[in-house]
């Protein structure tokens, strides 16, 4: 077992570089089976997630070529089966992409059903629906999904619900569907854009994204290309909210400052200092930390990606704040393992009331999914004490070089080997 081992107290002060988006990796990976080429990705996170979607990728028989820490090659040409079971594909929720992509190249697909964070149902009745609209039929048999075609005609789509999965599994599967496909309360987030913009890359015709209507003209053929993937809205924010929870001065590079709105904003109302550069933020603290209101929103508003780690800053925060979780059913299992670290909050379904503490105390957590797992380490890097973080595999699906770039802004974290719960040195 290892943990991470954060001594907390120690103000955050440096420059921290912000790693491609894994929300866009995740997708645009996939999109490459698309391809009639070789694609070249640049700016790919190094992370479990991405290692994860590049092996299925390799399993299938894509030649997948690492040319560097971020950057792959891959040539999809060799995948000969539109087929991807294996246990990586359960254990990764964005593994559903596949559908889209083998849909849109083969006109059919069987995947296995996604797995993925846990908080609250995960359904997915939005994609097959847009399936259905462009000619697919789908059934479920032994825990795969079988989507298949005999001929894959654009159709307008409106989502029930705005869905980030579901607007990226429509574009795969329409960009060379015949004709026209629109789809409407399509999800606005950054990384619907870049995969829309990596997409067009190869030759597709998508129009739109970022709006919530997205028209899509079906394409013959989509050519190899090279493309770098977006600096990651949420990492970037993980660190501003760092920054703040330590009465800290950040520099944190490598970003697209409109993608950071919402954030800056609250963390503004909060009375943090946010500076804006071209491709930076300079996050510090001067006086005490305001309480504030947060609702979780598809983009642009608050990103629900982002509600952990403002609700733990929010922890140390004068006065009583309401964290309204709008997006998923179930998103506060962090709440009970921040009470352990002294924190004062009570949950009642999507709500969670947080009476803001002068400072939390370190203590034994643990990690209950990936932005729960940023919460946990931002609680406590403000924390008095020691505190020791389990199941950290959640915060390395989706933070890149997390304790190296901690370390560089002056934490005091290290990973140690456990065995059976006994801590060894690392
Ligand atoms: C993506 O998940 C992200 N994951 C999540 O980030 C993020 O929380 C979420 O979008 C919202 O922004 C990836 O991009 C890999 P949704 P996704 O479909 O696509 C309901 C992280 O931390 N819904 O936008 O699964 C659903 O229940 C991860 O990086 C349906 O009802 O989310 C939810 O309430 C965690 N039917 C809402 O829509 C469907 O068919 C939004 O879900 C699909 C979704």
Redesign the pocket.
Known sequence: MRQLVINGGKRLEGTVHISGA??AA??IIPAVILSDGVCRIENIPNIMDVNYIANIMHEMGARVNRINKSTLEIDPSYIRRPVADYDIVRRM??SCYLLGALLGKFSQAEVALPG??DF????????LKGFGILGAAHSVVGGMINVKAEHLTGGHVYL???????T?NIMLAAVKAEGRTIIENA?K?P?IVDLANFLNSMGADVRGAGTDVIKINGVKHLNGTTYSIIPDQ?EAGTYMVAAAATGGDVMIRNVITKHLDPITLKLREMGIQVEEFDDAVRVSRAGELKRCNVKTH?HPGF???MQPQIAALLSIAEGTSIVTEA???NRFRYVEELKRMGAVISVDGKVAVIEGVKELNGAPVKAT???AGAAMVIAALSAKGVTHIEDIEYIER?YEDIVEKLSALGADIRIIYTDDGVAQRA
């Open positions: 894994k929300n995740v997708a929720r964005a993925g964070c609250g149902v995960r359904p997915i009745d939005q994609h029930d619900v705005v869905s980030v999965g579901a990226v999800a987030e990384h949420i598809p990103p629900t990606d997006v998923w059913d999914d990936l932005r989706g």
